[in-house]
Protein backbone atom coordinates (compact mmCIF):
# COMPACT_ATOMS: atom_id res chain seq x y z
CA UNK A 1 0.00 0.00 0.00
CA UNK A 2 2.67 2.05 -0.94
CA UNK A 3 0.26 4.69 -2.71
CA UNK A 4 -0.63 5.58 0.79
CA UNK A 5 2.27 6.92 1.78
CA UNK A 6 3.36 8.45 -1.31
CA UNK A 7 -0.13 9.50 -3.40
CA UNK A 8 -1.84 12.45 -2.80
CA UNK A 9 -5.27 12.91 -4.38
CA UNK A 10 -5.45 17.17 -5.41
CA UNK A 11 -9.06 16.42 -6.02
CA UNK A 12 -11.75 17.92 -3.25
CA UNK A 13 -12.33 14.84 -0.80
CA UNK A 14 -13.41 14.78 2.92
CA UNK A 15 -10.12 15.34 4.60
CA UNK A 16 -8.67 18.14 6.38
CA UNK A 17 -5.75 17.94 4.79
CA UNK A 18 -7.07 18.00 1.23
CA UNK A 19 -6.94 22.07 0.80
CA UNK A 20 -2.91 22.02 1.86
CA UNK A 21 -1.82 19.24 -0.59
CA UNK A 22 -3.94 20.83 -3.06
CA UNK A 23 -2.06 24.02 -2.50
CA UNK A 24 0.94 22.99 -2.28
CA UNK A 25 1.02 19.86 -5.09
CA UNK A 26 4.46 18.96 -6.15
CA UNK A 27 5.85 21.07 -4.03
CA UNK A 28 8.73 19.75 -1.27
CA UNK A 29 6.08 21.06 1.51
CA UNK A 30 2.67 18.82 0.16
CA UNK A 31 4.69 15.90 0.44
CA UNK A 32 5.60 16.97 4.16
CA UNK A 33 1.83 17.00 5.16
CA UNK A 34 0.88 14.28 3.40
CA UNK A 35 3.77 11.91 5.59
CA UNK A 36 2.98 14.08 8.83
CA UNK A 37 -0.80 13.23 8.13
CA UNK A 38 0.19 9.48 9.40
CA UNK A 39 1.31 10.77 12.95
CA UNK A 40 -1.87 11.31 14.02
CA UNK A 41 -3.63 8.77 12.62
CA UNK A 42 -1.02 6.16 13.80
CA UNK A 43 -1.56 7.25 17.50
CA UNK A 44 -5.09 7.48 17.23
CA UNK A 45 -4.90 3.76 15.69
CA UNK A 46 -2.31 2.34 18.50
CA UNK A 47 -4.77 3.84 21.16
CA UNK A 48 -7.90 2.65 20.67
CA UNK A 49 -5.42 -1.12 20.18
CA UNK A 50 -4.38 -0.47 23.67
CA UNK A 51 -7.61 0.93 25.00
CA UNK A 52 -10.13 -1.69 23.73
CA UNK A 53 -8.19 -4.83 22.62
CA UNK A 54 -10.49 -7.29 25.08
CA UNK A 55 -13.57 -6.70 22.47
CA UNK A 56 -11.69 -7.08 18.55
CA UNK A 57 -14.75 -6.08 16.53
CA UNK A 58 -15.46 -2.95 18.78
CA UNK A 59 -11.44 -2.28 18.64
CA UNK A 60 -11.89 -2.64 14.55
CA UNK A 61 -14.39 -0.33 14.32
CA UNK A 62 -12.62 2.37 16.03
CA UNK A 63 -9.24 1.88 14.44
CA UNK A 64 -11.52 2.12 10.75
CA UNK A 65 -13.41 5.11 11.90
CA UNK A 66 -9.54 6.84 12.69
CA UNK A 67 -8.12 5.58 9.66
CA UNK A 68 -10.70 6.93 7.61
CA UNK A 69 -11.10 10.51 10.00
CA UNK A 70 -7.31 10.96 9.98
CA UNK A 71 -6.32 9.65 6.33
CA UNK A 72 -5.13 12.73 3.73
CA UNK A 73 -7.72 10.93 1.36
CA UNK A 74 -11.19 10.71 2.66
CA UNK A 75 -14.04 9.69 0.18
CA UNK A 76 -17.34 8.37 0.87
CA UNK A 77 -16.55 4.91 -0.38
CA UNK A 78 -14.51 4.68 2.96
CA UNK A 79 -17.19 4.84 4.99
CA UNK A 80 -18.72 1.18 3.73
CA UNK A 81 -15.71 0.44 5.75
CA UNK A 82 -16.91 0.98 8.88
CA UNK A 83 -20.50 0.80 8.40
CA UNK A 84 -20.38 -2.78 8.18
CA UNK A 85 -18.58 -2.81 11.42
CA UNK A 86 -20.63 0.13 13.18
CA UNK A 87 -23.51 -2.27 13.70
CA UNK A 88 -21.88 -4.99 15.78
CA UNK A 89 -20.19 -2.62 17.83
CA UNK A 90 -22.86 -0.80 18.93
CA UNK A 91 -24.38 -4.00 19.76
CA UNK A 92 -22.05 -4.78 22.11
CA UNK A 93 -22.40 -1.31 23.96
CA UNK A 94 -25.80 -1.71 26.93
CA UNK A 95 -28.62 0.72 25.20
CA UNK A 96 -28.60 3.34 28.11
CA UNK A 97 -24.83 4.14 27.15
CA UNK A 98 -25.11 4.42 23.62
CA UNK A 99 -28.60 5.83 22.58
CA UNK A 100 -28.76 10.00 23.43
CA UNK A 101 -25.11 11.01 22.43
CA UNK A 102 -24.29 8.32 19.88
CA UNK A 103 -27.83 9.79 18.42
CA UNK A 104 -27.11 13.57 18.23
CA UNK A 105 -23.40 12.54 16.85
CA UNK A 106 -24.94 10.28 14.30
CA UNK A 107 -27.50 13.57 13.21
CA UNK A 108 -24.49 15.65 13.43
CA UNK A 109 -22.05 13.48 11.06
CA UNK A 110 -25.34 13.52 8.45
CA UNK A 111 -25.40 16.83 8.62
CA UNK A 112 -21.80 17.50 8.39
CA UNK A 113 -21.66 15.21 5.31
CA UNK A 114 -24.44 16.98 3.85
CA UNK A 115 -23.04 20.46 4.61
CA UNK A 116 -19.69 19.01 2.51
CA UNK A 117 -21.51 17.31 -0.21
CA UNK A 118 -23.45 20.87 -0.84
CA UNK A 119 -20.11 22.77 -1.48
CA UNK A 120 -18.67 19.92 -3.34
CA UNK A 121 -21.98 20.06 -5.81
CA UNK A 122 -21.53 23.92 -6.27
CA UNK A 123 -17.54 22.91 -6.91
CA UNK A 124 -18.06 20.12 -9.70
CA UNK A 125 -21.58 20.75 -10.92
CA UNK A 126 -21.74 24.39 -10.97
CA UNK A 127 -17.97 25.62 -11.46
CA UNK A 128 -18.20 27.66 -8.33
CA UNK A 129 -15.02 28.34 -6.96
CA UNK A 130 -15.78 26.77 -3.75
CA UNK A 131 -12.61 24.88 -2.32
CA UNK A 132 -12.08 27.16 0.83
CA UNK A 133 -16.07 25.80 1.66
CA UNK A 134 -15.17 22.23 0.86
CA UNK A 135 -12.10 22.38 3.03
CA UNK A 136 -14.10 24.09 6.36
CA UNK A 137 -16.66 21.68 5.52
CA UNK A 138 -14.10 18.88 5.73
CA UNK A 139 -12.96 19.97 9.07
CA UNK A 140 -16.59 20.42 10.74
CA UNK A 141 -16.70 16.81 9.22
CA UNK A 142 -13.40 15.64 11.14
CA UNK A 143 -14.73 17.46 14.09
CA UNK A 144 -18.10 15.04 14.07
CA UNK A 145 -15.83 11.89 13.41
CA UNK A 146 -13.79 12.73 16.64
CA UNK A 147 -16.75 13.24 18.56
CA UNK A 148 -17.86 9.98 17.14
CA UNK A 149 -14.82 8.22 17.97
CA UNK A 150 -15.17 9.75 21.54
CA UNK A 151 -18.55 8.53 22.29
CA UNK A 152 -17.95 5.29 21.49
CA UNK A 153 -14.85 5.00 23.30
CA UNK A 154 -16.58 6.77 26.22
CA UNK A 155 -19.30 4.40 26.30
CA UNK A 156 -17.29 1.58 26.00
CA UNK A 157 -15.05 2.24 29.10
CA UNK A 158 -18.15 3.94 31.10
CA UNK A 159 -19.14 -0.19 30.41
CA UNK A 160 -16.17 -1.57 31.48
CA UNK A 161 -16.00 0.05 34.71
CA UNK A 162 -19.49 -1.00 35.36
CA UNK A 163 -18.80 -4.82 33.90
CA UNK A 164 -15.94 -4.71 36.50
CA UNK A 165 -17.78 -2.94 39.89
CA UNK A 166 -20.92 -5.97 39.57
CA UNK A 167 -17.73 -8.31 39.00
Known sequence: ???????????????????S????????AGFLVGLGAF?????????????FHQDIVFCMCLQTLAFV????????????WY??????????????????????VGVAWLLAMLNWLYWAYCLEFKGDNTFFQVWV??????????ALIGCL???KNRQLVLETKSA
Do not use: M
Open 153 to 155: SLA
Open 39 to 51: LPQIVVQASASLA
Open 69 to 80: AFNKVCTAQYFS
Open 83 to 104: ACLLPVALSSLKGELRARPLGA
Open 21 to 28: LYLQYGQP
Open 137 to 146: AGIAFFVVSI
Open 1 to 19: HICHWVGTDTRHNFSVYFY
